[in-house]
């Protein structure tokens, strides 16, 4: 067995906190055996840094012994006028499953500082753990008033405006995740795909085109973009509609090609009838 290495174990913690790189179940381990060994008393003022990543790592894996003991430390440096510490009380609150208490910190969290994102962020994702559907959409909308490039914090108001079938919201928020992230396929396919719920099919056929320019043989966007050509067929809306629509259900058989016999006849089936 090779012997640890708890210099290396402190540069692996040093540059997850750097990326910002959870990975929760080694730094969990990493910190348990540094806090065993009792290497902490060489890490000087990176102490505290250290028991604040491996208190969240501990409580993303439900360990809170290890959380308990790394909170306590903290405790004894900073008090709860300290906004970042009580952030980790109110994660504690969750992982114990005392939702209404950790609920409570977040919102004091906001009341001293409405500008605080990762108390909103966690305040957000405990109200979508409690199905609190409206006081979520108020809570992302408030926080992207102040952080309007997490495009994350977007597909997440997108998603939740997507269940309660608002899609006219819904593909605003995709409009502002692909200003965003201009070259990323999954957004124009979200967009494209609302964009057809909304039977707006020449827009969706556009877009469908730009998933597939950004990521050929998409087959979601094959689909999509052989369902819009199908519905525009008898209009003079797009040109080309009828080459694309034979283009794409060429694509899709040809997709299709190595799959057992019974699928290829489902798949030419279904594109027959488009």
Request: glycine share 2%; with cysteine.
């Given at each position: 067995m090779s012997k640890f290495d708890h210099a290396q174990a402190i540069e692996d913690l040093q540059e997850y906190r750097k990326t910002n790189e959870r990975n929760s179940?080694?730094?969990?381990?990493?910190?348990?055996r540094l806090i065993k060994d009792n290497y902490t008393q060489k890490l000087g003022d990176q102490v505290w840094s250290f028991y604040e990543q491996v208190a969240i790592a501990a409580l993303d894996v439900q360990d809170l012994t290890l959380a308990n003991y790394c909170i306590d430390n903290l405790k004894e440096r900073f008090t709860e006028?300290?906004?970042?510490?009580?952030?980790?009380?109110g994660m504690r609150f969750e992982a114990k499953g005392q939702l209404d208490e950790a609920q409570e910190v977040y919102d004091t969290i906001l009341q001293e500082d409405d500008t605080n994102m990762l108390a909103s962020k966690r305040q957000i994702a405990l109200l979508k753990a409690r199905n609190k559907?409206?006081?979520m959409i108020d809570a992302l909308t408030k926080y992207l008033d102040t952080y309007y490039d997490d495009h994350e914090a977007w597909l997440e108001l997108c998603d939740v405006y997507m269940s309660k079938h608002l899609y006219d919201q819904a593909a605003y928020c995709c409009e502002e995740?692909?200003?965003?992230?201009?070259?990323?396929?999954?957004?124009?396919?979200?967009?494209?795909?609302?964009?057809?719920?909304l039977n707006l099919f020449p827009l969706a056929f556009k877009h469908y085109c730009k998933v597939l320019e950004l990521c050929t043989?998409?087959?979601?966007?094959?689909?999509?973009?052989?369902?819009?050509?199908?519905k525009?067929?008898?209009?003079?809306?797009?040109?080309?509609?009828?080459?694309?629509?034979?283009?794409?259900?060429?694509?899709?058989?040809?997709?299709?090609q190595?799959?057992?016999?019974?699928?290829?006849?489902?798949?030419?089936e279904y594109l027959s009838q488009q």
């Open positions: 179940e080694r730094v969990a381990f990493l910190g348990a006028k300290s906004l970042r510490f009580r952030r980790l009380l559907e409206q006081e995740i692909i200003i965003l992230q201009p070259s990323n396929h999954i957004c124009f396919l979200k967009y494209a795909e609302i964009l057809y719920t043989d998409n087959v979601r966007a094959l689909y999509g973009l052989q369902l819009c050509a199908s525009l067929l008898t209009s003079n809306e797009v040109n080309h509609a009828s080459d694309l629509h034979a283009l794409a259900t060429e694509r899709l058989l040809e997709v299709y190595k799959e057992p016999e019974s699928i290829k006849k489902l798949v030419q």
